[in-house]
């Protein structure tokens, strides 16, 4: 006698990315909690999970970040589906694509066909770093400094946490009043959605600048879904095939649509921290 089926997943796909384990800015205890309370059918990895680039420079790597790629495992095995999808970060990993390994499904690109019928192009987001021109700005900004920036967010953070305030994010805040970090962004999103549409595609999803989003761009559904150092974001899919983007904080008790973006369903989110 076959058991009664359990209730559905909550969540159809979560798009994760730039989670860059193995490097210092990397917020793998949040990332954790996210994973060990997400009730979902598909969990999709879109490149620079692991940091091989900074992996190079320094060896870092706590128990957080080991937990973190045993939870994903653990996901896969439980019988979620997993596709992962190597960023630049960790493209050593692009030899694999076309393979499975431990249950995890390892792609290149792919398209995403979503509940409501509309597929989307999924990838990374290096791919259009050719066809977006670096300033001066961005140059300086290499990633010594990113790291200085980054470093410099902790201790604020730190201070912050220690009075009772929320999370803060240096390295966001810094790039939100730099006219040319915004026009690089712009340029961004716009070289991705014209990759979507150029292949009859309603949208596209991708990660790369550490910038959630979403947004309609000359008929594209641009979605980026941030970043695990800087934003703590994911885009979800719902069971109607409606995105949105949530963040995931030790300072909140509950995931949070970040507003305003089109096509957030109410929210699927109440996932205790």
């Not at 210092?24 to 999970?49: H, M, P, S, W």
């Not at 549409?197 to 309609?216: A, E, F, N, S, T």
Request: proline residues 4%; hydrophobic residues 45%; contains cysteine.
């Amino acid at each position: 006698m076959k058991s009664a089926p359990g209730p559905a997943p909550r969540l159809r796909t979560v798009f994760i990315s730039d989670v860059h384990l193995g490097f210092r800015g990397c917020q793998a205890e949040y990332l954790l909690k996210f994973l060990n309370t997400l009730d979902a059918e598909q969990l999709v990895l879109v490149g620079d999970i692991v940091d091989l680039w900074s992996l190079q420079r320094v060896a870092f790597w706590p128990a957080a970040h080991t937990d973190v790629l045993r939870a994903i495992l653990r996901l896969a095995r439980e019988g979620m589906r997993v596709v992962y999808v190597p960023g630049n970060h960790d493209e050593g990993f692009r030899e694999l694509c076309g393979s499975e390994i431990s249950g995890i499904e390892i792609r290149r690109d792919f398209i995403h066909v979503a509940a409501d019928g509309k597929r989307y192009l999924v990838l990374h987001g290096d791919d259009f770093d050719h066809a977006v021109k670096f300033s001066g700005v961005l140059k300086a900004t290499g990633e010594w400094l990113y790291d200085v920036i980054l470093w410099a967010g902790r201790m604020i953070q730190g201070v912050r946490h220690r009075f009772g305030f929320g999370y803060w994010s240096l390295a966001t805040w810094i790039k939100s009043r730099v006219p040319d970090a915004r026009r690089y962004i712009d340029r961004f999103e716009r070289a991705a959605a014209y990759e979507a549409g150029r292949h009859g595609l309603d949208g596209v999803i991708c990660g790369h600048i550490h910038q959630p989003g979403i947004r309609d761009v000359d008929g594209v559904l641009y979605c980026n879904d941030g970043d695990w150092v800087e934003h703590c974001s994911a885009l979800v899919e719902d069971r109607n095939g409606q995105l949105g983007l949530v963040t995931f904080t030790g300072a909140q008790t509950e995931l949070n649509a970040v507003a305003p973006v089109p096509q957030v369903s109410p929210a699927p989110l109440g996932v205790a921290a």
